[in-house]
Antibody, heavy 120, light 113 residues
């Protein structure tokens, strides 16, 4: 059974850089695209970006310049770095699988999410 | 990058049907141009769950009470035979902006009366 698990700090200071890691179990990360999606408290979902197993990335234009997604196939992990944080970046951050050829342009497996608060 | 527009809320009694719309109106979110609309169900405090992909298709395990459709620039999710466990937030999503990115809808809270 394929599962995703996010890990990283729950509290980050303004202007600093957030680093999160998503670990895949029950499958290989060397297939498909892998995405980061976030949800501010009480608000909707926002796609942050994704990475293909080959390392190809695409990012949300509204976050471009602040976001970097990387992948480590040897560890079955992919990571998110988001810089110049403000309170507006406070959110639950999800990692997800997709898109895939199984579910084109959709996100079929999600992690449980990790809450990140930006505050001094 | 504009979000897709959904009604904030919808409701129905058990056994009834409810339909949620999802409209993309800006040039970079052309729902009508793509067959890549998906729908997600999210219960409070839980991760979203894929319910519909490619406008009309259901992943295995999703009840056939859930169906999707599209007309012009508006996609829709219909939940037939409402059950108590269908009470949740629902989000649409679409491939967008022509350079391989995605946008979500504003979300609809479905209440089972």
């Amino acid at each position: 059974q394929v599962q995703l698990q996010e890990s990283g700090p729950g509290l980050v200071k303004p202007s600093e850089t957030l680093s999160l890691t998503c670990t895949l179990s029950g499958g290989s990360i060397s297939r498909f695209y892998w995405s980061w999606i976030r949800q501010p408290p009480g608000k909707g979902l926002e796609w942050i970006g994704h990475i293909q197993y080959s390392g190809t990335t695409d990012y949300n234009p509204s976050l471009k310049g602040r976001v970097t997604i990387s992948i480590d196939t040897s560890k079955n992990q992919f990571s998110l770095r988001l810089s110049s944080l403000t309170a507006a970046d406070t959110a639950v951050y999800y990692c997800a699988r997709g898109p895939t050829y199984l579910y084109p342009n959709a996100f079929d497996i999600w992690g449980l999410g990790t809450m990140v608060t930006v505050s001094s | 990058q504009s979000a897709l527009t959904q009604p904030p809320s919808a409701s129905g009694s058990p056994g009834q049907s409810v339909t949620i719309s999802c409209t993309g109106t800006s040039s970079d979110v052309d729902v009508g141009a793509y067959s890549y609309v998906s729908w997600y169900q999210q219960h409070p405090g839980k991760a979203p769950k894929l319910m519909i992909y490619e406008v009309t298709k259901r992943p295995s395990g999703v009840p056939d009470r859930f169906s999707g459709s599209k007309s012009g620039n508006t996609a829709s999710l219909t939940v037939s035979g409402l059950q108590a466990e269908d009470e949740a937030d629902y989000y649409c999503s679409s491939y967008a902006c022509g350079n391989h990115c995605y946008v979500f809808g504003t979300g609809t809270k479905v209440t089972v009366l």
